[in-house]
T-cell receptor
């Protein structure tokens, strides 16, 4: 079945550092890929998405490129802020059934 | 996008009792999903709730433990039955957007003592 593997956390960075959170997936066909973010005390919300190979999703300074050849969707940001501290989930959706498969989540803490 | 509300937002329940969680969506949707997020862990899909038919449960989840109702296209309930401390989790309702993305409710934080 489908699966998503995220780099293990937690990740601690200083403000303005470069962020990469790795995500790889296993799926048949051509899934859509997503990053979700969960800020402390808040619900899950969509951060960005990509629906086909070589698509780049972007939002709030975060980017991720759908790499079919490496089955990856790594999340990057050039300069993180304290307000980016949150849990980040990589996910895929692979069927018309509408459901998604999530990675284990990566906790990011950004220190001033 | 969709706006989803859940009730209650949190509850503390005793072992052996049941709790029903309500989920309301601001638009009509065919499928609604129930997830569980255990402390410090990822999301696990419990079941898919379709209006007018039985819910479809994922492996490891059964109807007797997690009965679901879906009386119309904007509302669903999930009951956590005969609770034990292992059921302590955040329970999330979601719907799917046009691009396959999930829109989540704020969650119900359940603690079983």
């Amino acid at each position: 079945g489908d699966s998503v593997t995220q780099m293990e956390g937690p990740v601690t960075l200083s403000e303005e550092a470069f962020l990469t959170i790795n995500c790889t997936y296993t799926a048949t066909g051509y899934p859509s890929l997503f990053w979700y973010v969960q800020y402390p005390g808040e619900g899950l919300q969509l951060l960005l998405k990509a629906t086909k190979a070589d698509d780049k999703g972007s939002n709030k300074g975060f980017e991720a490129t759908y790499r079919k050849e490496t089955t990856s969707f790594h999340l990057e940001k050039g300069s993180v802020q304290v307000s980016d501290s949150a849990v980040y989930f990589c996910a895929l959706s692979n069927t018309n059934a509408g459901k998604s498969t999530f990675g284990d989540g990566t906790t990011l803490t950004v220190k001033p | 996008s969709a706006v989803i509300s859940q009730k209650p937002s949190r509850d503390i329940c005793q072992r052996g009792t049941s709790l029903t969680i309500q989920c309301q969506v601001d638009s009509q949707v065919t499928m609604m999903f129930w997830y569980r997020q255990q402390p410090g862990q990822s999301l696990t899909l419990i079941a898919t709730a379709n209006q007018g038919s039985e819910a479809t449960y994922e492996s490891g989840f059964v109807i007797d433990k997690f009965p679901i109702s879906r009386p119309n296209l904007t509302f669903s309930t999930l009951t956590v039955s005969n609770m034990s401390p292992e059921d302590s989790s955040i329970y999330l309702c979601s719907v799917t957007g046009t691009g396959g993305e999930q829109y989540f409710g704020p969650g119900t934080r359940l603690t079983v003592t």
